[in-house]
Protein backbone atom coordinates (compact mmCIF):
# COMPACT_ATOMS: atom_id res chain seq x y z
CA UNK A 1 0.00 0.00 0.00
CA UNK A 2 1.20 3.64 -0.70
CA UNK A 3 -0.12 6.39 1.19
CA UNK A 4 0.13 9.98 -0.81
CA UNK A 5 0.22 12.76 0.75
CA UNK A 6 1.87 16.25 0.51
CA UNK A 7 5.16 14.62 1.58
CA UNK A 8 4.94 12.29 -1.24
CA UNK A 9 4.68 8.58 -1.02
CA UNK A 10 5.23 6.93 2.01
CA UNK A 11 6.35 3.35 1.94
CA UNK A 12 7.97 0.40 3.80
CA UNK A 13 7.74 0.40 7.70
CA UNK A 14 5.65 3.83 7.72
CA UNK A 15 3.07 2.41 5.59
CA UNK A 16 2.69 0.00 7.66
CA UNK A 17 1.54 2.17 10.74
CA UNK A 18 -0.30 4.06 8.42
CA UNK A 19 -2.02 1.17 7.85
CA UNK A 20 -2.50 -0.04 11.24
CA UNK A 21 -3.65 3.38 12.15
CA UNK A 22 -6.47 3.05 9.31
CA UNK A 23 -7.95 0.14 10.11
CA UNK A 24 -8.02 1.36 13.61
CA UNK A 25 -10.36 4.25 12.89
CA UNK A 26 -12.61 2.21 10.78
CA UNK A 27 -12.86 -1.20 12.29
CA UNK A 28 -12.33 -2.59 15.68
CA UNK A 29 -10.12 -5.23 14.78
CA UNK A 30 -7.33 -6.17 12.22
CA UNK A 31 -8.35 -7.90 9.07
CA UNK A 32 -8.39 -10.81 8.06
CA UNK A 33 -10.59 -12.79 9.96
CA UNK A 34 -11.25 -16.53 10.32
CA UNK A 35 -14.72 -17.26 10.22
CA UNK A 36 -16.32 -19.73 12.40
CA UNK A 37 -17.05 -23.14 11.64
CA UNK A 38 -19.70 -25.47 12.20
CA UNK A 39 -19.25 -29.58 13.22
CA UNK A 40 -20.95 -32.26 11.19
CA UNK A 41 -24.00 -34.34 13.80
CA UNK A 42 -26.30 -36.52 12.70
CA UNK A 43 -29.61 -34.42 14.15
CA UNK A 44 -30.46 -30.64 14.57
CA UNK A 45 -29.87 -29.52 18.60
CA UNK A 46 -32.96 -28.67 20.93
CA UNK A 47 -32.98 -26.09 22.88
CA UNK A 48 -31.97 -22.27 22.07
CA UNK A 49 -30.52 -22.42 18.92
CA UNK A 50 -31.29 -20.64 15.56
CA UNK A 51 -31.30 -22.65 11.97
CA UNK A 52 -30.48 -21.63 8.98
CA UNK A 53 -29.81 -22.67 5.48
CA UNK A 54 -26.54 -23.93 4.57
CA UNK A 55 -25.59 -22.09 1.80
CA UNK A 56 -23.27 -24.19 -1.29
CA UNK A 57 -20.59 -21.22 -2.46
CA UNK A 58 -17.71 -19.97 -1.23
CA UNK A 59 -17.56 -18.86 2.51
CA UNK A 60 -16.30 -15.03 2.53
CA UNK A 61 -15.79 -11.66 4.72
CA UNK A 62 -16.58 -8.66 3.21
CA UNK A 63 -15.35 -5.30 5.02
CA UNK A 64 -16.41 -1.85 4.59
CA UNK A 65 -14.16 1.10 3.46
CA UNK A 66 -10.90 -0.66 2.50
CA UNK A 67 -13.39 -3.41 0.36
CA UNK A 68 -11.83 -6.30 0.71
CA UNK A 69 -13.59 -10.03 0.04
CA UNK A 70 -11.83 -12.87 2.00
CA UNK A 71 -12.09 -16.20 1.33
CA UNK A 72 -12.41 -18.80 4.68
CA UNK A 73 -8.65 -19.17 4.46
CA UNK A 74 -7.73 -14.85 3.85
CA UNK A 75 -7.69 -15.22 -0.54
CA UNK A 76 -8.52 -12.37 -1.79
CA UNK A 77 -12.51 -12.94 -3.53
CA UNK A 78 -12.75 -9.28 -4.96
CA UNK A 79 -10.70 -10.30 -8.04
CA UNK A 80 -12.74 -12.73 -9.29
CA UNK A 81 -16.26 -10.84 -8.48
CA UNK A 82 -15.34 -7.42 -9.36
CA UNK A 83 -19.48 -7.12 -9.97
CA UNK A 84 -19.47 -7.57 -6.20
CA UNK A 85 -17.77 -4.39 -5.66
CA UNK A 86 -20.28 -1.76 -5.68
CA UNK A 87 -22.51 -4.15 -2.75
CA UNK A 88 -19.35 -3.97 -0.98
CA UNK A 89 -19.14 -0.07 -1.06
CA UNK A 90 -23.20 -0.20 0.48
CA UNK A 91 -21.98 -1.27 3.77
CA UNK A 92 -21.76 1.22 6.73
CA UNK A 93 -18.36 2.55 7.19
CA UNK A 94 -16.32 0.21 10.33
CA UNK A 95 -18.90 -2.97 9.37
CA UNK A 96 -17.50 -6.55 9.02
CA UNK A 97 -20.22 -9.41 7.40
CA UNK A 98 -19.65 -13.07 7.23
CA UNK A 99 -21.52 -14.45 4.37
CA UNK A 100 -21.42 -16.88 1.42
CA UNK A 101 -20.79 -16.20 -2.67
CA UNK A 102 -23.40 -18.04 -4.68
CA UNK A 103 -24.02 -17.73 -8.10
CA UNK A 104 -27.35 -19.13 -9.22
CA UNK A 105 -28.61 -20.53 -12.37
CA UNK A 106 -32.50 -21.15 -13.28
CA UNK A 107 -33.13 -20.20 -9.76
CA UNK A 108 -30.58 -22.63 -8.06
CA UNK A 109 -27.38 -22.76 -6.86
CA UNK A 110 -24.62 -23.60 -9.14
CA UNK A 111 -21.47 -24.67 -8.04
CA UNK A 112 -19.50 -25.84 -10.92
CA UNK A 113 -20.37 -22.01 -12.30
CA UNK A 114 -19.40 -20.39 -8.82
CA UNK A 115 -15.99 -22.70 -9.48
CA UNK A 116 -15.78 -21.72 -13.13
CA UNK A 117 -15.60 -17.85 -12.32
CA UNK A 118 -11.88 -18.44 -10.44
CA UNK A 119 -10.15 -17.76 -13.80
CA UNK A 120 -7.03 -16.32 -14.21
CA UNK A 121 -7.65 -14.09 -17.16
CA UNK A 122 -8.90 -10.59 -16.25
CA UNK A 123 -10.48 -10.55 -19.35
CA UNK A 124 -12.49 -14.05 -18.70
CA UNK A 125 -13.23 -12.65 -15.15
CA UNK A 126 -14.69 -9.77 -16.73
CA UNK A 127 -16.57 -11.96 -19.45
CA UNK A 128 -17.94 -14.03 -16.60
CA UNK A 129 -19.14 -11.19 -14.20
CA UNK A 130 -21.80 -10.67 -16.73
CA UNK A 131 -22.66 -13.98 -17.64
CA UNK A 132 -23.33 -15.82 -14.37
CA UNK A 133 -23.27 -12.59 -11.99
CA UNK A 134 -22.45 -13.86 -7.98
CA UNK A 135 -24.90 -13.03 -5.33
CA UNK A 136 -23.52 -11.90 -1.44
CA UNK A 137 -25.73 -14.03 0.98
CA UNK A 138 -25.31 -12.70 4.56
CA UNK A 139 -25.89 -14.66 7.49
CA UNK A 140 -23.70 -12.78 10.61
CA UNK A 141 -23.16 -9.22 11.54
CA UNK A 142 -19.42 -9.81 13.17
CA UNK A 143 -18.87 -5.27 13.54
CA UNK A 144 -20.81 -3.14 12.51
CA UNK A 145 -19.89 1.52 13.16
CA UNK A 146 -16.85 0.41 14.07
CA UNK A 147 -18.62 -1.51 17.05
CA UNK A 148 -17.38 -5.36 17.66
CA UNK A 149 -20.06 -7.47 17.73
CA UNK A 150 -18.19 -10.99 18.27
CA UNK A 151 -18.58 -11.03 21.84
CA UNK A 152 -22.62 -10.22 21.53
CA UNK A 153 -25.00 -13.26 21.37
CA UNK A 154 -26.20 -14.27 17.70
CA UNK A 155 -29.52 -13.27 18.61
CA UNK A 156 -28.39 -9.66 19.15
CA UNK A 157 -25.88 -9.73 16.35
CA UNK A 158 -28.91 -11.49 13.77
CA UNK A 159 -31.33 -8.12 14.96
CA UNK A 160 -28.59 -6.06 14.54
CA UNK A 161 -28.28 -7.82 11.03
CA UNK A 162 -31.78 -7.33 9.98
CA UNK A 163 -31.80 -3.85 10.47
CA UNK A 164 -28.89 -2.85 8.69
CA UNK A 165 -29.94 -5.05 5.47
CA UNK A 166 -32.49 -2.63 4.00
CA UNK A 167 -29.65 0.04 4.34
CA UNK A 168 -27.65 -2.10 1.76
CA UNK A 169 -27.86 -2.13 -2.33
CA UNK A 170 -26.46 -4.28 -5.08
CA UNK A 171 -26.64 -7.97 -4.54
CA UNK A 172 -26.98 -8.89 -1.50
CA UNK A 173 -29.83 -11.69 0.21
CA UNK A 174 -30.45 -12.26 3.79
CA UNK A 175 -30.54 -15.90 4.55
CA UNK A 176 -33.81 -16.83 6.64
CA UNK A 177 -33.15 -17.62 10.30
CA UNK A 178 -35.98 -19.37 12.55
CA UNK A 179 -35.88 -20.44 16.23
CA UNK A 180 -38.01 -22.85 15.83
CA UNK A 181 -37.15 -26.49 15.49
CA UNK A 182 -39.81 -27.76 13.55
CA UNK A 183 -39.73 -25.08 10.86
CA UNK A 184 -35.96 -25.60 10.52
CA UNK A 185 -36.82 -29.28 9.79
CA UNK A 186 -39.10 -28.68 7.40
CA UNK A 187 -36.50 -26.14 5.88
CA UNK A 188 -33.84 -28.87 5.70
CA UNK A 189 -36.28 -30.97 2.37
CA UNK A 190 -37.77 -28.28 1.04
CA UNK A 191 -34.95 -25.48 0.73
CA UNK A 192 -32.76 -28.38 -1.23
CA UNK A 193 -34.17 -27.90 -4.22
CA UNK A 194 -32.69 -24.16 -4.34
CA UNK A 195 -29.56 -25.51 -3.87
CA UNK A 196 -29.25 -25.94 0.19
CA UNK A 197 -27.26 -29.10 1.30
CA UNK A 198 -28.73 -29.01 4.87
CA UNK A 199 -29.18 -26.75 8.31
CA UNK A 200 -26.94 -24.83 10.32
CA UNK A 201 -27.92 -24.49 13.67
CA UNK A 202 -26.26 -21.67 15.84
CA UNK A 203 -26.97 -20.95 19.78
CA UNK A 204 -28.86 -17.96 20.15
CA UNK A 205 -26.51 -17.03 23.16
CA UNK A 206 -23.17 -17.74 21.27
CA UNK A 207 -20.42 -15.73 20.73
CA UNK A 208 -18.77 -15.09 17.50
CA UNK A 209 -15.74 -17.60 17.99
CA UNK A 210 -12.94 -17.43 14.95
CA UNK A 211 -11.83 -20.52 13.78
CA UNK A 212 -13.65 -22.63 16.07
CA UNK A 213 -16.09 -24.94 15.51
CA UNK A 214 -19.16 -23.99 18.04
CA UNK A 215 -21.90 -24.10 14.98
CA UNK A 216 -23.75 -27.53 14.54
CA UNK A 217 -24.63 -28.41 10.79
CA UNK A 218 -26.49 -31.34 9.11
CA UNK A 219 -26.33 -32.54 5.61
CA UNK A 220 -28.15 -34.32 3.27
CA UNK A 221 -26.70 -37.84 2.73
CA UNK A 222 -28.54 -40.26 0.58
CA UNK A 223 -26.87 -43.88 -0.80
CA UNK A 224 -27.21 -44.98 -4.10
CA UNK A 225 -25.71 -48.55 -5.73
CA UNK A 226 -22.86 -47.73 -8.19
CA UNK A 227 -21.35 -49.72 -11.05
CA UNK A 228 -16.95 -49.93 -10.60
CA UNK A 229 -15.63 -48.86 -13.80
CA UNK A 230 -12.30 -48.61 -12.59
CA UNK A 231 -9.79 -47.98 -9.78
CA UNK A 232 -6.58 -45.36 -9.38
CA UNK A 233 -3.88 -46.46 -7.20
CA UNK A 234 -2.31 -45.70 -4.33
CA UNK A 235 0.61 -43.73 -5.04
CA UNK A 236 2.38 -46.70 -2.59
CA UNK A 237 2.06 -48.36 -5.61
CA UNK A 238 1.05 -52.10 -4.09
CA UNK A 239 -2.41 -51.01 -3.27
CA UNK A 240 -6.09 -48.96 -4.61
CA UNK A 241 -5.80 -45.69 -4.30
CA UNK A 242 -9.39 -45.29 -5.33
CA UNK A 243 -12.21 -46.89 -6.91
CA UNK A 244 -14.22 -45.06 -9.97
CA UNK A 245 -17.86 -44.99 -10.25
CA UNK A 246 -20.37 -45.26 -12.85
CA UNK A 247 -23.84 -44.88 -12.99
CA UNK A 248 -26.35 -46.15 -16.58
CA UNK A 249 -27.70 -43.54 -19.27
CA UNK A 250 -29.10 -46.46 -21.29
CA UNK A 251 -26.41 -48.70 -22.14
CA UNK A 252 -23.61 -45.64 -21.58
CA UNK A 253 -21.58 -46.01 -18.44
CA UNK A 254 -21.00 -42.37 -17.06
CA UNK A 255 -18.20 -41.67 -14.62
CA UNK A 256 -20.34 -40.06 -11.45
CA UNK A 257 -17.07 -39.87 -8.87
CA UNK A 258 -15.09 -41.65 -6.73
CA UNK A 259 -14.61 -43.55 -3.39
CA UNK A 260 -11.33 -43.86 -1.06
CA UNK A 261 -12.29 -44.78 2.40
CA UNK A 262 -10.58 -48.12 2.92
CA UNK A 263 -8.34 -49.71 5.21
CA UNK A 264 -5.12 -50.32 4.13
CA UNK A 265 -5.42 -54.46 4.30
CA UNK A 266 -8.66 -53.90 2.41
CA UNK A 267 -6.62 -51.46 -0.36
CA UNK A 268 -4.28 -54.57 -0.83
CA UNK A 269 -7.05 -57.13 -1.27
CA UNK A 270 -9.24 -54.74 -3.42
CA UNK A 271 -6.20 -54.30 -5.62
CA UNK A 272 -5.85 -57.70 -6.28
CA UNK A 273 -9.40 -58.60 -7.21
CA UNK A 274 -10.23 -55.38 -9.53
CA UNK A 275 -6.51 -56.36 -10.89
CA UNK A 276 -8.02 -60.01 -12.29
CA UNK A 277 -10.70 -58.08 -14.30
CA UNK A 278 -9.01 -55.62 -15.85
CA UNK A 279 -10.62 -54.37 -19.28
CA UNK A 280 -9.48 -52.39 -22.68
CA UNK A 281 -12.18 -49.45 -21.65
CA UNK A 282 -15.19 -49.45 -19.52
CA UNK A 283 -16.95 -46.00 -19.79
CA UNK A 284 -18.17 -44.49 -22.68
CA UNK A 285 -16.13 -42.66 -25.19
CA UNK A 286 -18.94 -39.92 -25.67
CA UNK A 287 -19.92 -39.43 -21.72
CA UNK A 288 -18.32 -38.25 -19.03
CA UNK A 289 -15.15 -39.63 -18.05
CA UNK A 290 -12.48 -40.23 -15.66
CA UNK A 291 -9.23 -38.16 -15.90
CA UNK A 292 -10.22 -34.94 -17.60
CA UNK A 293 -7.44 -32.47 -17.56
CA UNK A 294 -8.74 -28.97 -15.84
CA UNK A 295 -6.96 -26.08 -13.94
CA UNK A 296 -8.17 -27.69 -10.80
CA UNK A 297 -6.32 -30.84 -11.47
CA UNK A 298 -2.74 -29.36 -12.72
CA UNK A 299 -0.01 -31.41 -11.71
CA UNK A 300 -1.96 -34.51 -10.39
CA UNK A 301 -1.54 -38.05 -11.88
CA UNK A 302 -5.08 -38.58 -13.17
CA UNK A 303 -4.10 -41.95 -14.46
CA UNK A 304 -6.57 -44.84 -14.03
CA UNK A 305 -7.06 -48.49 -14.88
CA UNK A 306 -10.27 -49.63 -16.68
CA UNK A 307 -12.37 -52.52 -15.46
CA UNK A 308 -15.16 -54.58 -17.29
CA UNK A 309 -18.08 -53.41 -15.44
CA UNK A 310 -20.39 -55.84 -13.04
CA UNK A 311 -18.53 -55.09 -9.60
CA UNK A 312 -21.72 -53.33 -7.54
CA UNK A 313 -21.00 -51.21 -4.81
CA UNK A 314 -23.21 -49.32 -2.25
CA UNK A 315 -22.06 -45.73 -1.36
CA UNK A 316 -23.57 -42.80 0.35
CA UNK A 317 -22.89 -39.22 -0.84
CA UNK A 318 -23.72 -35.78 0.13
CA UNK A 319 -24.06 -33.31 -2.81
CA UNK A 320 -24.65 -33.42 -6.57
CA UNK A 321 -23.48 -31.23 -8.95
CA UNK A 322 -24.99 -31.84 -12.01
CA UNK A 323 -24.85 -35.37 -12.49
CA UNK A 324 -21.64 -36.15 -10.27
CA UNK A 325 -20.69 -36.61 -6.68
CA UNK A 326 -19.51 -33.40 -5.29
CA UNK A 327 -17.05 -34.93 -2.89
CA UNK A 328 -15.26 -38.52 -2.29
CA UNK A 329 -18.14 -41.03 -1.53
CA UNK A 330 -18.38 -43.13 1.73
CA UNK A 331 -18.05 -46.95 1.30
CA UNK A 332 -21.09 -48.75 2.73
CA UNK A 333 -20.60 -52.39 1.43
CA UNK A 334 -20.17 -54.65 -1.54
CA UNK A 335 -23.63 -55.60 -3.52
CA UNK A 336 -22.96 -59.17 -4.82
CA UNK A 337 -26.72 -59.47 -4.91
CA UNK A 338 -26.93 -56.67 -7.60
CA UNK A 339 -26.80 -56.26 -11.07
CA UNK A 340 -24.96 -53.92 -12.90
CA UNK A 341 -27.16 -53.07 -15.49
CA UNK A 342 -29.88 -51.85 -12.60
CA UNK A 343 -27.35 -48.93 -11.54
CA UNK A 344 -28.89 -46.50 -13.41
CA UNK A 345 -29.05 -42.18 -13.49
CA UNK A 346 -32.58 -42.84 -12.04
CA UNK A 347 -31.01 -43.61 -8.25
CA UNK A 348 -30.25 -40.25 -8.12
CA UNK A 349 -32.94 -37.88 -6.32
CA UNK A 350 -33.96 -34.42 -7.54
CA UNK A 351 -35.73 -32.84 -4.64
CA UNK A 352 -38.67 -30.81 -5.64
CA UNK A 353 -39.01 -26.93 -3.74
CA UNK A 354 -38.73 -23.47 -3.78
CA UNK A 355 -36.38 -21.98 -5.70
CA UNK A 356 -33.07 -19.85 -4.72
CA UNK A 357 -35.40 -16.20 -4.99
CA UNK A 358 -38.11 -17.97 -3.12
CA UNK A 359 -35.95 -19.05 0.13
CA UNK A 360 -33.84 -15.57 0.58
CA UNK A 361 -35.03 -12.12 1.34
CA UNK A 362 -34.01 -9.93 -1.31
CA UNK A 363 -33.39 -6.05 -1.28
Given at each position: ???V ?14 RY????S????S??L ?18 E ?7 A ?12 N???L???F ?6 L ?8 V ?27 V ?23 L?S?P ?6 R ?19 D ?5 R?F ?9 G???KR???P ?7 M ?13 G ?7 G ?5 I ?24 I????Q ?24 A??D?S?V??T ?20 T ?6 P??D?G ?14 FV???T??
Open positions: MTIGSAGPTVGPLAGAVGLWMIWPFPPTPMEAKVKAQLPEGDWAYPKWDGFRVAWSDEIRLDSRHKPLRYPELEGSRSLPTGTVDGEVVVVTDDVLDFDALQNRLHPAASRNLLAVETPAQLVVFDLVAIDGVDREFSHRRLLEVLFPRLDGSWRLTPSTTRTIGLWDEFEAAGCDIVALDGYVEGKREVKVKHRRSVDCVVGYRIHKDDKIGSLLGLYDGDELHFVGHCSGFTNHDRAILSLDAIKAEDSFGHEVRRPGGESRWSGKLWPVPGVVVEISYDQITGVRFRHARFERWRDKAHCTMDQLERPEGPGEVVEL
